[in-house]
Each structure stands twice: as structure tokens, then as C-alpha cells.
């Protein structure tokens, strides 16, 4: 059986001793219920992890030692920045999760003009740091060591000014005559995904214009928490580690 893995954002290394991040240290005291002794995986999210074992668990104040780095990483071969329109609810929260799980490289929010919810200022610092946080603990279940970036939210005009960051730019629409499969081959690409009602006319044009090729994924029309993770797990098929067969994705 696996040990439980645990992000900590400070720097690891051989022999130091840690206390846990509040949130891992209540799963661990709480949850997993874990005495002295046990052993844990640890990760601080700069590649590789580390081996260790709790020393101490005071109520939700958990210490561990941290005994040997481990040279894994399961990172995907390909380069995928997830440009994700703000949804609403607990959608994104659901995207941002499966994104990391489906091995994206980054995650742009962006707000259009048919995002249903609208985020500025200290509201919308909070939801990234809240999405940062779901995404490093997407990272403890998937068993990535490496945590995806999430952006601090933009316009989404705004964001399309910027140079490209990769030389394959795709956009989901259903009236796109291209499929994934008529494409060469990537290993980096930009997937901009639009919020409730798809893209805004102007916005598609917008985008058409900085280099995004719209494509289809079939005769249906996908809802925005579904459109961009069907992509991923059709991009990682197709070019990325889906292609292995079953020994690559475990589900856990």
C-alpha cells in the first residue's frame, strides 16, 4: 500500500525535521489517524519526493522527518496550459482538480463576457489561492510531484494580447470543422476553453486572430466542466501518456 503524501511548499532535504501544513496536518491527525512511526511520502512540489516518517502528532500539530529524496516524477511528456473561462459554482473547482489529475502544466483563469461569475480584487485573490490549493492536493492524489501553476485571474482580451506560450493554440467549438485527430502531433499547445454558452462571438474572433484554431471533439455539445477535461484526456491519448495502455493511469 502506498503511504500518504503530503505537500509542503518549504524546501525539503534529507534530515530535517517539519511540522506539517495545517490542512495535511488535520487530514493526517484527523483522518488518516496516523501515529508516531508512520510512514509518509512528502513533496514540495520542485520535483522528486522525499520518504518519511511522523515523529510527533499533538492534536492537529503533526512533525515529521524527512529521510530520503526519491528521484519520481510521473509528469506528462507533453506541455499543456489549460485557459480556462471562470465558471460557475464549485465548477471550477472540479476543473482545476481533474486538470491537475489529467496532467495539465498550467492553468490560466480568465474572465469573458459570458462568465456567469464575476471575481476582482481580494474576492478573486482568494479563489486562486483557493484553486492553488486544490491543485496541490490533486497533486497528493494523483501522485504528481510537481504542482501545476494557477495564474492569477485575467480578462480574457486581455490575456489574448500577450505572446503565446506555445506553438499549438486550440479552441473547443462545435461548429469547427477540425477534429484532434486532424492535427500533427504537439508537445506543447494552449487549450482555451470558454465558460457558459461558449465564447463570446467577439472573443472567438479575438482569439482566432492570436493564433487559436477552433476543433471539435464530436456531434455534442459539451458543457464547460466537461469540454476542456474530455480535451485533455483526448490530447493525452492521442500524443501524451494515455497512449501506454492500461500500466500509465491508475485509479486511485
Not at 44 to 52: I, M
Not at 65 to 83: G, K, Q
Not at 94 to 102: F, I
Not at 206 to 219: C, D, E, I, K, S
Amino acid at each position: 500500500m502506498n503511504s500518504p503524501r503530503f505537500f509542503c511548499p518549504d524546501a525539503l532535504a534529507p534530515g530535517a525535521m517539519l511540522a506539517l501544513p495545517d490542512n495535511a496536518a488535520r487530514h493526517a491527525a484527523r483522518v488518516l489517524r496516523l501515529a508516531p512511526g508512520a510512514a509518509v511520502t512528502l513533496f514540495d512540489g520542485r520535483g522528486g519526493e522525499y520518504a518519511a516518517r511522523i515523529a510527533a502528532v499533538r492534536k492537529d500539530a503533526v512533525e515529521a522527518e524527512v529521510l530520503a529524496f526519491r528521484e519520481r516524477d510521473c509528469e506528462s511528456p507533453l506541455s499543456i496550459r489549460l485557459v480556462q473561462a471562470l465558471q460557475a459554482g464549485d465548477r471550477m473547482d472540479l476543473t482545476v482538480q481533474k486538470a491537475v489529475e489529467l496532467g495539465v502544466a498550467a492553468i490560466q483563469p480568465v474572465a469573458s463576457r459570458r462568465s456567469v461569475v464575476r471575481l476582482d480584487g481580494e474576492r478573486a485573490l482568494r479563489r486562486v489561492e483557493h484553486w492553488r490549493g486544490v491543485a496541490a492536493s490533486a497533486c497528493e492524489q494523483c501522485g504528481r510531484n510537481r504542482v501545476p501553476e494557477v495564474a492569477a485571474i485575467e480578462p480574457l482580451e486581455r490575456w489574448l494580447a500577450r505572446p503565446a506560450t506555445a506553438p499549438l493554440r486550440l479552441m473547443l467549438s462545435p461548429v469547427a470543422e477540425l477534429t484532434l485527430q486532424a492535427l500533427p502531433p504537439a508537445r506543447s499547445l494552449e487549450l482555451l476553453i470558454g465558460a457558459e454558452g461558449g465564447l463570446d462571438p467577439r472573443e472567438a474572433e479575438m482569439a482566432a486572430a492570436a493564433g487559436f484554431v477552433g476543433v471539435r471533439l464530436g456531434p455534442r455539445v459539451l458543457r464547460t466542466e466537461t469540454a476542456g477535461l474530455a480535451a485533455l484526456a483526448a490530447i493525452q491519448t492521442l500524443w501524451g501518456d494515455f497512449r501506454g495502455g492500461g500500466d500509465d493511469v491508475r485509479i486511485g
